[in-house]
Nanobody, 119 residues
């Protein structure tokens, strides 16, 4: 059974920072890519940032220059450092992992962690 366990969400004032973590555990052969998505009420889930196994990253224009995604392959963990947070960043943040399980590639989701930015 594969699990993605997220941590690090919370309440912060505008301009503040938070760091999200997501650790993958269970039986899988490899992690191909990991990423963070977010969803706020009434809106579709959107990609925030993603990172490949080789370290290549991409991020949404709305967070460029403020958010940084990184990963620790030895710990099967991905991080999202969020700086200069804005009220519009308020959302539930979900970790996503593209894993090879056996001979198949499968996407997994974490349970989500709430990030609330007050003005």
């Amino acid at each position: 059974q594969v699990q993605l366990v997220e941590s690090g969400g919370g309440l912060v004032q505008a301009g503040g920072s938070l760091r999200l973590s997501c650790a993958a555990s269970g039986r899988f052969f490899s992690i191909n890519a990991m990423g963070w998505y977010r969803q706020s009420p009434g809106k579709q889930r959107e990609l925030v940032a993603a990172i490949t196994s080789g370290g290549s990253t991409n991020s949404a224009d709305s967070v460029k220059g403020r958010f940084t995604i990184s990963r620790d392959n030895a710990k099967n963990t991905v991080y999202l450092q969020m700086n200069n947070l804005k009220p519009e960043d308020t959302a539930v943040y979900y970790c996503n992992a593209d894993l090879t399980v056996g001979s198949h590639r499968t996407y997994y989701w974490g349970q989500g962690t709430q990030v609330t930015v007050s003005s």
